[in-house]
């Protein structure tokens, strides 16, 4: 058994790295943070790495002294249900990377990042304006209709390439 967890364990993860670093010549290096930061994948490694070393482990107890042999039945069973969720996780972990490396589902990433860093910026920038009208900056009537104005210039027509 620990021989069929660590080939598979080492295949499919060559594997997975090998289509990430294809995704990663087509889609810029930021595709590899998902990757690493994706639950599943921290999980599915996780459960790999730990059916190695249970697996491990009861190799180093399992003893025979003479005629008597120790084999520790539950730990056997444990460790057969831990592989048995490894390999269910290893086909959800497969199914993401496929998903995750197709070009909608980035572009769809890439926007709901800027959607979010946007969002944090202008909240970043309310919280700033705050407290320089705590310190007796500028009343808050005359920022508001400041940024009002920019955010018609931004969202009107676009100036001729020649201006920019």
Not at 33 to 60: E, K, M, N, P
Not at 119 to 128: A, K, N, S, T
Request: include cysteine; proline fraction near 3%; charge should be positive.
């Amino acid at each position: 058994m620990l021989g069929a967890v660590s080939t598979v364990l080492a295949l499919i993860f060559s594997v997975a790295l090998l289509v990430l670093s294809m995704a990663v010549s087509q889609f810029g290096p930021r595709i590899l943070y998902r990757f690493v930061q994706d639950a599943i994948t921290q999980v599915t490694i996780g459960l790999f790495l730990a059916s190695f070393v249970h697996t491990l482990l009861t190799f180093v107890v399992t003893r025979q002294e003479g005629t008597r042999q120790f084999v520790p039945q539950l730990t056997i069973c444990t460790g057969v249900v831990l592989v048995g969720v490894s390999f269910g996780f290893l086909v959800i972990f497969s199914h993401r990377i496929a998903m995750s490396i197709q070009l909608q589902n980035v572009v769809a990433r890439i926007v709901g990042d800027l959607d979010d860093a946007l969002v944090d910026w202008d909240r970043q920038r309310g919280e700033r304006a705050d407290a320089a009208e705590g310190r007796g900056g500028e009343p808050s009537s005359t920022r508001s209709s400041r940024a009002t104005k920019r955010r018609v210039r931004r969202s009107g027509p676009a100036a001729p390439a020649s201006s920019r």
